[in-house]
């Protein structure tokens, strides 16, 4: 689960970057308050990377989501980025369980085999 969560957060870190450069475009947003924002999100995103397998680093990761979401406000099409990195997240989440529990179980059939042989 772990790779293919970073995986995602590394995405997101690039794409809140891109959004950055986009919104210094607002005439209504300051430079400074684009790149504290987007900074600390980009920051976030990657400290994330570490924190997934902790004991609520995937809740976290779905606050990330909701936060890219919700930066659609401000750049519309982070509306649709959001989404899509928000079912990417889901997908890496599920389906890495799934390897994780997969990895396990082969793991522990190797085990047993060894010790039969």
């Not at 919104?23 to 990377?49: E, N, Q, Y």
């Amino acid at each position: 689960m772990r790779t293919l969560c970073a995986s995602t957060l590394i995405g997101e870190f690039f794409v809140v970057g891109f959004a950055g450069l986009v919104a210094m475009k607002d005439p209504g947003l300051s430079t400074a308050t684009v790149w504290t924002v987007s900074g600390i999100v980009m920051v976030l995103s990657v400290l994330l990377c570490g924190m997934i397998t902790r004991p609520g680093g995937v809740q976290l990761g779905w606050a990330l989501q909701i936060v890219l979401i919700a930066s659609g406000f401000f750049v519309t099409s982070m509306f649709f980025l959001g989404a899509v990195f928000a079912a990417l997240w889901w997908a890496s989440v599920h389906y890495g369980r799934k390897i994780d529990e997969a990895k396990a179980r082969f793991a522990a059939q190797a085990e047993a085999e060894g010790h039969a042989a």
